[in-house]
């Protein structure tokens, strides 16, 4: 499909263990921003990047958070050690360019339990 | 930093009742405002925008006045119908360094009966 692509839609893991979770933008988007949304909260920033480069990775909660983009396209968020307090929906979006006022496209996010 | 805060919800309404959803934020320069809405199962979708002062953002009968004075955004729409049951969120994007992200409400979800 032509829009922003999340997998996966759903992912379980054990308190402790490595997580990734992958994002495939539109085709020629260059930034792409990655969010947290907690249960009845609004989405939280917590990466962007301009191209291959994390131009502002500020929302990053602490060091077990990382995330990649090697080729300017898709981008995948890694979590270690994984505690509960990371189970949340993470959405990837992505916009043509970075400038306030151009929309961003949202996937479906990928919801993690971490039990 | 940059907030935004929205009325609480569930606002449930009747179909063909006048809609408002109050948002206002806070913010150092000059941003942009937007009201996004996530429907059962879809993903966040982009309902309207305005970049500067007195814009009027509209679509699908919703629309939103950016009012400066009172760091204002509410949504409105005329006539609701069971279709636009959803949760609204909005949201501003202020130009920080070489980022444009945006800053989130907390979410109003609307429900509209019959």
């Known amino acids: 499909g032509a829009g922003v692509s999340q997998t996966p839609s759903n992912k379980v893991t054990e308190k402790g263990k490595y997580v990734e979770l992958r994002c495939d933008p539109i085709?020629?988007?260059?930034?792409l921003y990655w969010y947290r949304q907690s249960l009845g909260q609004g989405p939280e920033f917590l990466i962007y990047?301009?191209?291959?480069?994390?131009?502002?990775d500020s929302g990053l909660p602490n060091d077990r958070f990382f995330a990649v983009r090697p080729e300017g396209s898709v981008s995948t968020l890694k979590i270690q050690r994984t505690e509960r307090g990371d189970s949340a929906v993470y959405l990837c979006?992505?916009?043509?360019?970075?400038?306030?006022?151009?929309?961003?496209?949202f996937g479906q996010g990928t919801r993690l339990t971490v039990v | 930093g940059d907030s935004v805060t929205q009325m609480e919800g569930p606002v449930t309404l009747s179909e063909e009742a006048f809609l408002t959803i109050n948002c206002t934020y806070t913010?150092?320069?000059?941003?942009?405002l937007f009201w996004y809405v996530q429907y059962p199962g879809e993903g966040l979708q982009l309902l309207l925008k305005?970049?500067?002062?007195?814009d009027k953002g509209s679509n699908k009968g919703f629309e939103a006045t950016y009012r400066k004075e009172t760091t204002s955004f509410h949504l409105e729409k005329g006539s609701v119908q069971v279709s636009d049951s959803a949760v609204y969120f909005c949201?501003?994007?202020?130009?920080?360094?070489?980022?444009?992200?945006?800053?989130f409400g907390t979410g109003t979800r609307l429900q509209v009966t019959l």
């Open positions: 913010a150092t320069g000059y941003p942009s």
């Open positions: 979006a992505s916009s043509f360019s970075d400038t306030p006022n151009t929309e961003a496209f």
């Open positions: 305005a970049t500067k002062a007195d």
């Open positions: 990047f301009q191209g291959t480069g994390a131009a502002d």
């Open positions: 085709s020629g988007h260059t930034a």
């Open positions: 949201a501003l994007s202020e130009r920080t360094g070489t980022a444009s992200k945006l800053t």
